[in-house]
Nanobody, 126 residues
Framework: QVQLIESGGGLVQAGGALRLSCAAS????????MGWFREASGKEREFVAA????????HYADSVKGGFPISRDNAKHTLYLQMNSLKPEATAVYYC???????????????????WGQGTQVTVSS
């Protein structure tokens, strides 16, 4: 089992930027793909971005492609999400996740991830 602790959320004006961090402990961090999901109030949880365990493969939701680069530092056991040019529709609780398997498949599906952080709130004001 891996423990995940997100940080970096907060209140920002539209057009601003935030960088989310996810500190992992427990199971070997570098062996598994990781990613981010978000859940806005009254909406279903949705995929944001994912990265393979080597960092060589990434995948993004169309809504954030080009604006929310994902990265990881396996030496520091930390996953990042840099959120640029934020819009009010990005307001949500953001969750860090770790896949249950070492493959980079089904990465947009919630069932593919066995470990979830507690979430960090991101609020973008207009």
């Amino acid at each position: 089992q891996v423990q995940l602790i997100e940080s970096g959320g907060g209140l920002v004006q539209a057009g601003g930027a935030l960088r989310l961090s996810c500190a992992a402990s427990g199971r070997t961090f570098s062996d598994y793909a990781m990613g981010w999901f978000r859940e806005a109030s009254g909406k279903e949880r949705e995929f944001v971005a994912a990265m393979s365990w080597t960092g060589g493969i990434t995948h993004y939701a169309d809504s954030v492609k080009g604006g929310f680069p994902i990265s990881r530092d396996n030496a520091k056991h930390t996953l990042y999400l840099q959120m640029n040019s934020l819009k009010p529709e990005a307001t949500a609780v953001y969750y860090c996740v770790v896949k249950t398997s070492k493959t980079f498949v089904e990465i947009t599906r919630t069932f593919a991830y066995g470990s979830w952080g507690q979430g960090t709130q991101v609020t973008v004001s207009s």
